[in-house]
């Protein structure tokens, strides 16, 4: 009878103005439709929402958060914290790179549309970059998907991560994170050196 969170996906700052959005959001939680109204933030671009996230109207952001892209933690993940808007995360192993299972020689199945996000010399980097991280799991996380959810959930300003699955095997063991351990303030500070600044979508 009542959806628990409406997420509008694709959004730009420009359609703050437009009331017919906030009246519908206000009729349909006022009508006991829906009890939390949301937006998935762009590709990459977690700023274009900060004028949606003013209006009080939003009370849950998507966004691509992971290791490697932190760019959340600038504005919108403060904002969000003090103001107690949810964060959904998603892509937070980038696209299997932060599975450890990407080498420079895999090979896609055609039309796989990761041929075209892992084009070129990407592999190489996403692998080289992945070596480094390797040299950090241990007792607070023993394989690299368990390294990156935990790095995500040790973030106050995550609510959840809605991470892809493939098989029963991922769903055991991402789940398995939802332990509420948490990772130490040293390595959760160590990952932070390990971000990096590029947009595979968009390049």
Avoid at 161 to 172: F, K, L, S, Y
Wanted: glycine share 8%; hydrophobic share 40%.
């Amino acid at each position: 009878d009542t959806i628990d969170v409406q997420q509008l996906h694709v959004w730009s700052d420009e359609w703050v103005g437009a009331d017919e959005i906030w009246e519908a959001v206000r009729l349909l939680k006022g009508q006991g439709k829906i009890k939390a109204f949301g937006i998935s933030i762009n590709d990459h671009a977690p700023g274009s929402a900060l004028k949606a996230a003013k209006t009080g109207m939003v009370d849950t952001f998507q966004v691509i958060y992971n290791i490697f892209d932190q760019s959340p933690e600038e504005e919108l993940f403060p904002y969000c914290l003090a103001n107690d808007i949810g964060i959904i995360v998603r892509v937070p192993l980038d696209e299997g790179g932060l599975t450890g299972r990407i080498k420079p020689d895999t090979v896609f199945p055609d039309r796989d549309w990761r041929n075209n996000y892992f084009r070129g010399d990407r592999k190489q980097q996403v692998h080289d970059r992945v070596q480094k991280l390797k040299t950090l799991l241990g007792a607070e996380a023993r394989t690299l998907p368990e390294l990156a959810l935990r790095f995500i959930l040790s973030n106050p300003a995550v609510s959840t991560i809605i991470p892809g699955m493939r098989n029963i095997a991922n769903v055991e063991t991402n789940t398995a994170v939802s332990d509420g351990k948490h990772l130490s303030e040293r390595l959760f500070k160590e990952l932070k050196k390990h971000k990096w600044v590029r947009n595979f979508y968009g390049e």
